[in-house]
């Protein structure tokens, strides 16, 4: 943790008392700074049974394909998508807090407790990490790019990962929010391509990094990039599906 980071979570620790996310506990010697044990097992975490492909859960008993109609239709350019947890209620507010107050402890926080998921460390154990990258003009607006954050937390608590900034924005793009799935397609189709710095290798297992997977539009431009670059094995992880 930088000399910056440190002062970033002092002043935050005068402005806002330390209290858990989800329970609105005060925090006391927890291991967490802003999620406490009890508000961490309230959060809604992703079993099995899940799409084999982007990671969406379906309730009840499956048998047969694990394949959602959605990534029938999407043919993802990632082989395989894990998110920890669903994106909605405690998570949905906690992913918001991340990006709109650009707190990372409150990611490293998340990043924790995904990462005692026995299916998401396997997925990610020994993985090359790239994060979603910002286009230029967003990382000046915002300074913080939450999406590599988590990625340089998931390296602190997951053996063997590294990470690098293997790929750029080379497109501003406008927010997915309001956007259907073609229109998200869309809209960051060719919008990534490899940092002219990175050596992209065929022997190198490759996963995209980003807070939320929706409709994974996102993460199947970025892997589109890296396979077009050389890479061969390319998966992807969020902290949350939704
Ligand atoms: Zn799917």
Not at 14 to 33: E, H, I, K, S, Y
Not at 158 to 179: D, E, F, N
Request: glycine content about 6%; aromatic content about 4%.
């Amino acid at each position: 943790m930088s000399l910056l980071d440190d002062l970033d979570r002092g002043l935050l620790d005068l402005v806002f008392p330390r209290d858990c996310m989800v329970t609105q506990q005060p925090m006391d010697d927890q291991a967490g700074l802003y999620l406490s044990d009890s508000g961490a097992r309230q959060l809604e975490r992703i079993h099995d049974p899940r799409c084999h492909t982007c990671g969406h859960p379906f309730d009840g008993v499956l048998e047969g394909d694990r394949t959602c109609p959605h990534c029938l239709d999407l043919k993802p350019a990632f082989g395989r998508a894990v998110c920890a947890f669903r994106a909605r209620g405690h998570i949905r507010q906690i992913i918001h807090e991340i990006k709109s107050t650009r707190c990372p402890f409150l990611a490293d926080d998340l990043v924790a407790v995904a990462a005692e998921d026995p299916l998401f460390r396997r997925h990610l154990a020994g993985a090359h990490l790239i994060p979603v990258p910002l286009h230029h003009t967003k990382l000046s607006e915002r300074s913080y790019n939450q999406a590599e954050r988590i990625a340089r937390s998931l390296c602190m608590h997951i053996p063997g990962c590294t990470w690098s900034h293997a790929l750029i924005k080379i497109k501003p793009t406008p927010s997915q929010t309001l956007l259907n799935r073609t229109e998200r397609r869309r809209n960051v189709a060719k919008a990534f391509a490899p940092n002219p710095s990175a050596r992209i290798s065929p022997n190198i297992r490759y996963v995209v990094i980003d807070d939320v997977l929706t409709t994974g539009a996102t993460l199947h431009a970025c892997a589109t990039a890296l396979r077009k670059a050389g890479a061969v094995h390319v998966d992807a992880a969020t902290l949350a599906h939704g």
